[in-house]
């Protein structure tokens, strides 16, 4: 059994880069490469639909070469998965000055393979309170059922928290430029035996 819609949380992109005596903006170009790997390993398995974190509202008021190479990292990472064919979205506010402007053709869904949810400039509370004009702006994002999380960290981090309500989460130690493709696997097979009732 394999999840319809999984959810990533690449954490650890800062540790990593500190662990090798690196400024920590460093990590951030060392997380797209296996964003792309793990996109290709969703192709192939035939995943109708993946949600990745690429930076929140709250990331903003780091130092600001860490903005700008996330930011970076994230113009980097889209436009390759378009490039591959990934029905993208691009989700955050794209009002404010933090929203990279390379990316606001994204804003609405393009392409037809896969979908790709793509949170930049992202805040849960944000979503929420599109409600107040009669929808979440996450509204074409459909409920997720696995979320895996690199970094060792065991938090949601206000990842999409309408369409998370009954994912399972699989934490995964590792620091998110470390990632293999076992990470994904160990975690699809973990899913496999998890129980799916949904509340019911």
Known sequence: MLPCHVGFIPDGNR?????????KEEGYAHGILPGIELYEMCRKLDIKEFSIYGFTKDNTHRPAAQAEAFRNA???FAEEIAARGAALLVLGDDESSHFPAALRR?????GRGIKVNFLVNYGWDWDLKGLRAGRMRS??????DLIVRWGGGRR???FLPA?????????VEQYWPDFEPSHFENALEWFKSQDRTLGG
């Open 15 to 23: 540790r990593w880069a500190q662990s090798r005596n690196l400024a």
């Open 74 to 76: 994230c113009i980097i």
């Open 106 to 110: 994204f804003r609405s869904r393009q």
């Open 139 to 144: 509204e074409e994002v459909s409920r997720i």
């Open 156 to 158: 949601l981090s206000g």
């Open 163 to 171: 369409q998370s309500v009954y994912a399972d989460i699989y934490v």
